[in-house]
């Protein structure tokens, strides 16, 4: 008689793997990506200055925190409420900044969305949006910054302010 086959388990090449001799782990990298240079990384001194804008006498303002409160700018033209950025860097690799408002209804949050997209579409398109019909939570990654639209009570129940408490408050307007 003979006996069932187990299932192989198969794992996406990205992610590393174990062998069965040893508990070994390997790291399988798919074709696609290049070797990276020390050239690769290199920045010139022209490059780095366009990433920075002057914000306040003595202190540097990246490209990111300029688009962060350009959109948090942009909420609050929209009137959205409670409009806060947060400079989340150093505390977490989703993003630098974290934009949050909240508007009392979903068509409210729609607009504000529909506000920072325009608004910002002159230079950047987000990577990805999430929500958007829903109208409860609209979520707009940008890369290194992330702008959360909620309805006030989904606000209020995920909390991402007490959540990210530690991160300190970037002044818009």
Known sequence: MRKPSLPIETKPDHLPTETNLGRQTTEIKPDHLTTETEADHQTS????????????PGRQATDSQKMATTAGEALAEGKADKVVVLEVQGLTLIADYFVIASAPNQRHVRALADRVLEELSKTRKPHHIEGYEGGLWVLMDYGDFVVHVFREQERAFYGLERLWGDAPRVEIG
């Open 45 to 56: 001194e022209a490059d780095a200055d366009h990433l920075l804008t002057e914000t306040k």
